[in-house]
């Protein structure tokens, strides 16, 4: 005896459904396409922020700063990055964007308003490979409570 015989027309009425939720899991990767953040100076109950203080690339994912409001950059912090990534740091009050070829966890700061938290995070390729480097930083002011919340989240 088949599912079928017992209850016809069951396979249509649930494959819809699951067809449909099929198609949404897989056009929803584990790490999203190029990402956009934008550089604010208020977000709900927080001031000078990031939108997303945490994104997960893939190997050659780009992400983009948008100067949404005037006043702040994007820089890797020292040390916050993986081995043989060079320096980076933005001119203020421009979008800005970095493409992400090596793997690993890059720790960024806005330059003014780093004491004030305005920090984030980029996990490339799903590696943390470098994550005892992240903890070992000396982080600035307010983002050093902030960090350590972001890296238990990573
Ligand atoms: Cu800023």
Same mark, same amino acid.
């Given at each position: 005896?088949?599912?079928?015989?017992?209850?016809?027309?069951?396979?249509?009425?649930?494959?819809?459904?699951?067809?449909?939720?099929?198609?949404?899991?897989?056009?929803?990767?584990?790490?999203?396409?190029?990402?956009?953040?934008?550089?604010?100076?208020?977000?709900?109950?927080?001031?000078?922020?990031?939108?997303?203080?945490?994104?997960?690339?893939?190997?050659?994912?780009?992400? /983009?700063?948008?100067?949404?409001?005037?006043?702040? %950059?994007? *820089?890797? @912090? &020292?040390?916050?990055?993986?081995? #043989?990534?060079? $320096?980076?740091?933005?001119?203020?009050?421009?979008?800005?964007?970095?493409?992400?070829?090596?793997?690993?966890?890059?720790?960024?700061?806005?330059?003014?308003?780093?004491?004030?938290?305005?920090?984030? /995070?980029?996990?490339?390729?799903?590696?943390?490979? %470098?994550? *005892?480097? @992240? &903890?070992?930083?000396?982080?600035? #002011?307010?983002? $050093?409570?902030?960090?350590?919340?972001?890296?238990?989240?990573?």
């Amino acid at each position: 005896m088949t599912l079928n015989k017992n209850l016809p027309g069951l396979n249509q009425i649930i494959s819809i459904p699951l067809a449909m939720l099929i198609v949404v899991f897989f056009s929803t990767p584990a790490s999203a396409e190029n990402q956009t953040i934008e550089m604010l100076n208020k977000l709900g109950k927080e001031t000078m922020v990031y939108s997303k203080k945490v994104v997960k690339v893939d190997i050659g994912d780009t992400v /983009f700063w948008k100067s949404t409001k005037p006043g702040h %950059n994007v *820089e890797f @912090i &020292k040390g916050g990055v993986p081995e #043989g990534v060079g $320096k980076f740091r933005s001119a203020l009050s421009k979008d800005t964007e970095y493409k992400f070829e090596v793997p690993g966890i890059y720790a960024y700061w806005c330059t003014p308003h780093k004491g004030m938290g305005m920090i984030g /995070f980029v996990v490339v390729g799903n590696d943390k490979s %470098n994550l *005892e480097q @992240i &903890k070992k930083i000396k982080y600035m #002011g307010k983002s $050093k409570k902030i960090a350590i919340e972001l890296i238990l989240s990573l």
